[in-house]
T-cell receptor, first 110, second 114 residues
Framework: AQRVTQPEKLLSVFKGAPVELKCNYSYSGSPELFWYVQYSRQRLQLLLRHISRESIKGFTADLNKGETSFHLKKPFAQEEDSAMYYCALRRSGGYQKVTFGTGTKLQVIP | KAGVTQTPRYLIKTRGQQVTLSCSPISGHRSVSWYQQTPGQGLQFLFEYFSETQRNKGNFPGRFSGRQFSNSRSEMNVSTLELGDSALYLC?????????????FGQGTRLTVV
């Protein structure tokens, strides 16, 4: 069974500092990986997916199959980045359920 | 276009009762998934429906059930409620529920069991 691990419950950084939210997964195949974000009092929404290799709001994430990781990074944190971040995985092939990590709360200190 | 709508937003029930939650997906979306969100466990997958058929199921007891209607609206039912069922229940819809398609979440139903 697939598993997603986000080792940090809370990550506090100062405004302007680099951010790295860790995500490790266990799955032997080729996963489809996502980062979702939930801002205060807003609904959970997609931030980015690995297949798109995109940068959203300055965030990027690279899939490292060797280390089975999909860490989320941003070079300079902004106060508006404060939110809950969830890493998620779907097995490849057909319709598969999405497994979420337990989430990391990012707190950007002004 | 309208987002995913969940009703009701808040519910308070007594142990032993049953409850039904509703989810209206984005128009055109045929896949609806349900999750239980708690502070300690994060989001845990309950089940997923597509075209009125349950395609995937998580590791929850049989007290948790769901269904989907021909208009893609979905309901989730929990019978014989327990205190541990208190949680935020989220519904997510997507076009197909496959590959890297994006899931759009509702605001959730906050269930409190007393």
């Amino acid at each position: 069974a697939q598993r997603v691990t986000q080792p940090e419950k809370l990550l506090s950084v100062f405004k302007g500092a680099p951010v790295e939210l860790k995500c490790n997964y266990s799955y032997s195949g080729s996963p489809e990986l996502f980062w979702y974000v939930q801002y205060s009092r807003q609904r959970l929404q997609l931030l980015l997916r690995h297949i798109s290799r995109e940068s959203i709001k300055g965030f990027t994430a690279d899939l490292n199959k060797g280390e089975t990781s999909f860490h989320l990074k941003k070079p300079f944190a902004q106060e508006e980045d404060s939110a809950m971040y969830y890493c998620a995985l779907r097995r490849s092939g057909g319709y598969q359920k999405v497994t979420f990590g337990t989430g990391t709360k990012l707190q950007v200190i002004p | 276009k309208a987002g995913v709508t969940q009703t009701p937003r808040y519910l308070i029930k007594t142990r032993g009762q049953q409850v039904t939650l509703s989810c209206s997906p984005i128009s055109g979306h045929r896949s609806v998934s349900w999750y239980q969100q708690t502070p300690g466990q994060g989001l845990q997958f309950l089940f997923e429906y597509f075209s009125e058929t349950q395609r995937n199921k998580g590791n929850f007891p049989g007290r948790f059930s769901g269904r989907q209607f021909s208009n893609s609206r979905s309901e989730m039912n929990v019978s014989t409620l327990e205190l541990g069922d208190s949680a935020l229940y989220l519904c997510a819809s997507s076009m197909t529920g496959e590959g890297n398609t994006e899931a759009f979440f509702g605001q959730g139903t906050r269930l409190t069991v007393v």
